[in-house]
C-alpha cells in the first residue's frame, strides 16, 4: 500500500523517537493504532456500503412484471367497468355458485314452459314460436 521497506519503517520510527521524545512514543503509537484501525474500519463498511447499493440497485433497474402496469390498468375506467362486467369469473368458489344458481333458473325457466303451458302468468298470451325455431326443435326430437 505505502510500499515502505524496513530501512524507511526503521528511519521513521528513528525520526519519531527524535521529534516525539521517548516517554511519548507508546501514546502516539497506540492513538496510530487506533486512527488506523478506524480508518480500515471505515473503508471497509463504506466498501460494504457500496456494494449494497449497487446491488439494490441493479434489483431496481431488473423488470419486474409484478409491478409493471399491465395494458388493462392503462384502459379508461368506463372500459374497464365493462369488461368487468362481461369478464367471466376466475374463482372457482364463485364460478360454482354461479353455475349452481344458472341451473336453477333453468329448471323454473323448464319447469314453468312445460309442453303445452308455454305462457306465465295469469294475463299472458300464447307464444308463437317461429318458423326456423319450430323445425330446429322438431329436427332435434
Known sequence: MLD??????????????????PQDLPKLARTVGKL?????????DSLQSINK???????????????????YDLLPEHVRRAMEQAEPVRDAVQHQQTQAMYEEAMAEIKAAHTPGTESVGANAQPVKKHPIAASTTASAS
Open 53 to 71: 447499493l449497487e446491488t439494490e440497485m441493479d434489483l431496481a433497474s431488473q423488470v419486474d412484471p409484478r409491478n409493471q402496469p399491465s395494458y
Open 36 to 44: 488506523w484501525g478506524k480508518l480500515q474500519r471505515f473503508y471497509r
Open 4 to 21: 515502505l521497506g524496513w530501512a524507511e519503517l526503521a528511519f521513521l520510527l528513528v525520526l519519531a523517537l527524535v521529534v516525539v521524545g
